[in-house]
């Protein structure tokens, strides 16, 4: 039996999960990676085969029969423990919620409170034997119903209701449960979907989401938001509903891009896995437009735009130490941290490749 801590993450072919399944298995982790993309899980063994940590995967999708039952069978087959579950996976859907067809209703509640919650309960003899930790990844619509997404929101809703009750249920066998808010990520989440996606300059990096996950492994708050500004607009948002509505009507691109809807709901089987579609052209240049959630931050701490400008050299490896070294002489960890948001707001915009934890390789174009 391998002694090395374990994870299950769900929807690890792409986005967080992909991040955090790279990040944990760098870190010495053994994971059980699921998705339904068996070549995006091949790419995500390819790139951790050098890692210290093992990956082993399943392609699956976590509404099929049993699925619960093939994961967790299949993760204590290969590792013989299961120390993390990450309830991940999941897509979003499309069009008035009253015109949603049975299917992709089903779809919702199906993929993010069914498997989740059934895949807890399968892992639960081995989380007790492990006093592990079950994570269940919800949304900022949990909080705020915005339309045009179908069952999702309420999906949503339930996914933050139900940690909170998993939690006090599962507190006496000493496992932790931890509710996730990513914020806007940029994954193929909603290009996928049709929609256009929030501004690339708002979105935050995969990496950076799973790192806050990653980090609650050992830290085992009952909280993690990914982008915490974002959170706080949500509550905000929640606090004023009246308000919100109000704006929400009035500009729902806010939430959901520029990209026309589709016209008519859309069964969630026709829904085919696409290459993200082209956002809207912005304003600004690329590097600007990673930069602009941060601009505040670099202001007060005196980090140039110009500096950053310098570091995008074509196949230029950077490394998250020297790039502060590089603007704050002796960083301290406001600086640090700064630099590790501006360069996963780069590799989220895709001018950067993230090669391991702190590590990238600038693009060739
Ligand atoms: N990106 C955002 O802005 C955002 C915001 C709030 C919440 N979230 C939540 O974050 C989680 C991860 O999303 P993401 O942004 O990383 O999007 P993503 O890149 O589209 O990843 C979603 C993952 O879930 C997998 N998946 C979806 N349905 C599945 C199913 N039925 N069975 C197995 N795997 C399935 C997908 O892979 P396959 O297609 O290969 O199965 C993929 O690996 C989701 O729960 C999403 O609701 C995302």
Do not use: C
């Not at 967080?16 to 298995?25: D, H, K, N």
């Amino acid at each position: 039996m391998n002694a090395r801590r374990t994870a299950i993450v769900t929807g690890a072919s792409s986005g967080i999960g992909m991040a955090l399944a790279e990040r944990a298995v760098r870190s010495g982790w053994n994971v059980f990676a699921v998705g339904r993309r068996t070549e995006r899980l091949e790419e995500l063994a390819r790139k951790v085969e050098l890692a210290n940590g093992t990956l082993a995967t399943l392609a699956l999708d976590v509404r099929a029969p049993q699925a619960a039952k093939k994961i967790v069978r299949g993760a204590l087959e290969r590792f013989g423990r299961i120390d993390v579950l990450v309830n991940n996976a999941g897509g979003v859907a499309v069009g008035p919620i009253a015109q949603q067809t049975d299917g992709a209703l089903a779809e919702q509640v199906e993929t993010h409170v069914v498997a989740p919650l059934a895949l807890t309960r399968e892992a639960l003899p081995a989380l007790r034997a492990s006093r592990g930790h079950v994570f269940f990844v919800g949304s900022g619509v949990a909080r705020v119903p915005v339309g045009l997404l179908g069952a999702y929101p309420p999906v949503k809703a339930a996914v933050r209701n139900m940690t909170r009750i998993v939690r006090n249920e599962l507190r006496a066998d000493g496992i932790a449960v931890t509710y996730v808010d990513p914020g806007a990520v940029a994954t193929e989440f909603m290009t996928r979907a049709g929609f256009a996606g929030p501004p690339p300059g708002l979105a935050a990096s995969p990496h950076r989401v799973a790192r806050r996950i990653f980090d609650a492994f050992s830290s085992r708050r009952s909280v993690v938001n990914g982008v915490p500004w974002q959170t706080f607009v949500v509550a905000i948002a929640e606090a004023l509903p009246g308000i919100t509505d109000f704006v929400l009507q009035r500009a729902p691109q806010i939430v959901l891009g520029d990209a026309p809807l589709p016209a008519t709901p859309v069964e969630p089987a026709l829904i085919a896995p696409t290459e993200p579609a082209t956002i809207d052209a912005a304003p600004l240049d690329p590097v600007d437009a990673a930069l602009v959630a941060h601009a505040s931050r670099m202001s007060k701490l005196k980090m140039s735009a110009s500096y950053v400008r310098g570091l995008l050299v074509p196949g230029a490896e950077l490394e998250l130490g020297d790039v502060a070294l590089g603007w704050a002489g002796m960083p301290n960890k406001n600086e640090r941290a700064l630099t590790n948001d501006v360069l996963d707001a780069l590799a989220g915009a895709g001018l950067l490749e993230h090669l391991e934890p702190e590590h990238y390789r600038v693009k060739a174009d």
